[in-house]
């Protein structure tokens, strides 16, 4: 492999890499050359392309600092850190409880910020001799652009992950580190998490069915059609690479149209 997007010699850390998105993001990121870590909250899992799994929750300080001591050890250095670890919440604003609102808070907004804690001082070293630098992908969602009916808290996590990337991609570049930060913002994702919310869809009574929630939901893209969680992986792979050396604070769109509508 040869040109901007190689990234042999890369070392990547994957959070939420068991999930569809997660596991195309190991497996595009091995097959552009890097060695992906691939963690999740499971104590043991399989992850295709992954150079070594890593138990992870994302909520605990601990955990970040265990497993960032454990790449340092045994790679020396870490290039790219993906946190994509989130969860859904589809439910009424009445129906929310407090503790499922703080859960969600916790996954997708806390855990990018102890992420990005944990690893930044690994990230600046490596990526002084790193062309592009280090870099640091967020996932957020359309949801983190636009609201969604029964996706209050969702929306909210997913909002100030993109504002918590842009401010980061910031301090980073007035300190003179070489950490680039985007966030990454996919439509609908044919996934078990969008089955979920499907089905969350058909309790709340906005469909009579699931066949009926996903058609909806298809034709709320302009091509007609969800995504698949490798065409999410392959702009992480991009953003995490040279090419992309002059992109930080931005938000990558991959919606298939949805934001344009």
């Given amino acids: 492999m040869s040109g901007k997007t190689d990234l042999t010699g890369a070392v990547a850390l994957v959070t939420g890499a068991t999930g569809g998105i997660g596991r195309a993001t190991v497996a595009a990121l091995a097959d552009s050359g890097a060695q992906a870590i691939a963690t999740d909250v499971a104590r043991q899992a399989d992850v295709a392309g992954a150079a070594l799994y890593a138990p992870l929750d994302v909520t605990s300080p601990e955990d970040w600092a265990s497993v960032i001591a454990r790449i340092?050890?045994?790679?020396?250095?870490?290039?790219?850190?993906?946190?994509?670890?989130?969860?859904?919440?589809?439910?009424s604003i009445a129906d929310t409880t407090l503790a499922e609102f703080r859960k969600c808070m916790a996954i997708n907004v806390e855990g990018v910020f102890l992420g990005t804690q944990a690893a930044q001082?690994?990230?600046?070293?490596?990526?002084?001799?790193?062309d592009g630098g280090s870099s640091i992908i967020n996932l957020s969602s359309v949801g983190g652009l636009r609201g969604a009916a029964f996706?209050?808290?969702?929306?909210?996590s997913k909002g100030a992950v993109k504002l918590?990337?842009?401010?980061?991609?910031?301090?980073?570049?007035?300190?003179?580190?070489?950490?680039?930060?985007?966030?990454?913002?996919?439509g609908g994702i044919d996934t078990n998490m969008m089955d979920t919310i499907f089905a969350r869809y058909v309790d709340e009574g906005v469909f009579p069915d699931l066949e009926t929630a996903r058609g909806a939901v298809s034709a709320g893209h302009a091509m007609s059609r969800m995504?698949?969680?490798?065409?999410?992986?392959?702009g992480i792979a991009y953003l995490a690479s040279p090419a992309a050396s002059f992109m930080t604070?931005?938000?990558?769109?991959?919606?298939?149209g949805m934001t344009a509508h």
């Fill in 164 to 186: 918590y990337s842009k401010s980061a991609a910031l301090e980073f570049a007035m300190l003179k580190l070489p950490i680039r930060v985007n966030s990454v913002h996919p």
């Fill in 151 to 156: 996706m209050s808290t969702y929306c909210a």
């Fill in 227 to 234: 995504g698949q969680p490798d065409e999410i992986a392959q």
């Fill in 121 to 130: 001082p690994l990230l600046a070293r490596s990526g002084v001799d790193r």
């Fill in 72 to 91: 340092e050890q045994y790679f020396g250095r870490l290039d790219i850190l993906v946190n994509n670890a989130g969860i859904s919440v589809t439910n």
């Fill in 249 to 256: 604070g931005s938000e990558l769109v991959i919606d298939g």
